[in-house]
């Protein structure tokens, strides 16, 4: 029989945050500041005596985005002083939170929330100049928010990437909406690591390895992939126990990763309070409730709303949630169509055609009035839905009135039978051959006979009411 392996993944995502300032100095965090070492203080380049200064705006962030994942926001909270020894870290430690974090529990997508806490962000060394290594201290002391998943078992390696990759890809649109970080992933704004094991007991959890350096919702899934195959051989082979507990890293080029170092437990660190900063009690400091009303609609509240509302396609929806302002000019349109039966049509036309000819050329939304007008053409059939794609490739360059354009360019479809009929029999005198395949049992030949009448017709003929007069003619 074959054996089942159990995969487990547990996620740690680190985002900056969107503040003005850096997390305990008032450095500017600019992300963008492209001059190295300029935005820097005594405090976070760790000059003796210099102190900390607490950022309540990034504690808020963390805090608006416990509420978001269903968390539960500490009352008591403190930071902590992890200790390590690398040139990115000038005070040999970080600024981080231990035992209290601010914000335990929650879930998000397939995984449930360990805990999110905030700590402060290391400088950026750069090692790619030649023989030595620079360092570049504007990214070090800026807010960084830490995120911890509960380990996940999937029933396969298929499902644990691709549920790994949607957590993160979900996270992104919170932190987005909460509008607390740019969360770029390209730009190192959001980083994901993965704790990955492979079990053939799914009561037991197998040694589990943390994969670093991913960079993009591609790697996130191609890496635990990876991982998981490379886990599962060894075990098949007998060789499970050399899969040691281990910090491995990403190489994107190879797609593969490679062993970094062997894990260090957490009293290596030998964290412990802060001394120089506050101990916090959140329900006291902030207006828990304020910052809790204050939230702008997330995504899954957003995703039921138009499922109920509009009853939409899934596809559609996810359009919306991840384009807001697309979704919002919907929004104005199914008012616009309310009661008409339309509005699943209108969504076709924006999701599909208007985005095809957006990514083409420099197409800009139309007035809703506009575009709801054109929807009302198209299916109230007075003019063909081919039509009805051109008059949207010109309203989205000149917006205009598509019953205008369609009078005017005479494109109103004509249901008008006895004309088409007219047409209908020039173009059967004017193709024999086509009709001989047709009588001679080759329905398709018929489709040729309403494309001609399309084209006579400038498209403006009722292809079904063409078809119809075509085979009575035929018969
Ligand atoms: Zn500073
Ligand atoms: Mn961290």
């Known amino acids: 029989m074959e054996k089942k392996y159990y995969p487990t993944i547990g996620l740690e995502i680190h985002a900056e945050l969107k503040t003005q300032t850096k997390m305990f100095c008032a450095c500017k965090n600019d992300p963008d500041e492209e001059n190295p070492n300029v935005n820097v203080c005594p405090v976070c380049m760790a000059h003796p005596g210099a102190l900390p200064v607490i950022n309540k705006k990034a504690i808020e962030n963390v805090i608006k985005v416990g509420f978001a994942v269903n968390g539960k926001i500490s009352d008591f909270t403190e930071f902590d002083r992890k200790n390590y020894f690398y040139p990115d870290i000038p005070k040999g430690y970080q600024i981080s939170q231990y035992k209290y974090p601010i914000v335990s529990g929650g879930n998000l997508a397939d995984f449930d929330i360990t805990r999110v806490h905030l700590e402060e962000d290391t400088a950026n060394n750069k090692h790619d100049r030649g023989d030595f290594s620079l360092i570049d201290f504007n990214r070090g002391g800026v ?62 959890l197998g040694t589990k390895v943390e994969v670093k350096n991913l960079n993009s919702f591609r790697s996130v899934e191609r890496a635990i992939k990876y991982e998981l195959d490379r886990m599962t051989k060894l075990i098949e082979e007998g060789k499970g126990s050399e899969i040691v507990q281990e910090t491995r890293g990403w190489d994107d080029s190879k797609q593969k990763t490679f062993s970094q170092r062997k894990k260090e437990g957490s009293a290596d660190y030998r964290y412990f309070p802060d001394p120089d900063l506050p101990k916090l009690k959140l329900h006291e400091a902030f207006d828990l409730d304020a910052i809790k009303n204050s939230l702008q609609e997330l995504p899954q509240v957003k995703r039921a709303r138009y499922k109920k509302d509009f009853g939409i396609k899934d596809e559609d929806i996810e359009v919306y949630v991840n384009e807001p302002s697309l979704g919002m000019w919907f929004e ?25 000819l957006r990514a083409k050329s420099g197409a800009k939304l139309p007035s809703v009035v506009n575009f709801a007008e054109l929807i009302n053409l198209v299916s109230e059939n007075k003019i063909s839905s081919r039509v009805a794609k051109d008059v949207l490739a010109m309203i ?22 006895g004309a088409l009929k007219e047409i209908a029999k020039k173009i059967i005198d004017a193709s024999p051959k086509v009709v001989a395949d047709y009588k001679g049992g080759k329905e398709q030949a018929l489709m040729f006979l309403v494309g001609q009448i399309m084209k006579e017709t400038k498209g403006s003929a009722n292809p079904a009411i063409s078809k119809q007069i075509l085979i009575d003619l035929l018969k």
């Not at 104005?332 to 095809?356: H, R």
């Open 396 to 417: 989205v360059i000149k917006d205009e009135s598509p019953i205008k354009i369609a009078s005017e360019k005479n494109l109103l479809q004509s249901s008008d039978t």
């Open 143 to 204: 807010p960084l928010m830490e995120l911890v998943t509960e380990a996940m078992t999937f029933q396969n390696d298929e499902e644990a990437a691709k549920g790994a990759t949607k957590f993160a890809k979900e996270l992104q649109l919170i932190l987005w909406y909460l509008g607390v970080s740019e969360a770029n992933m390209e730009k190192g704004e959001m980083r994901v690591e993965a704790n990955i094991s492979v079990s053939t007991d799914p009561k037991k």
């Open 332 to 356: 104005e349109v199914a008012k616009i169509l309310k009661d008409t039966g339309k509005i699943k049509v209108s969504s076709n036309y924006i999701t599909t055609d208007f985005i095809g």
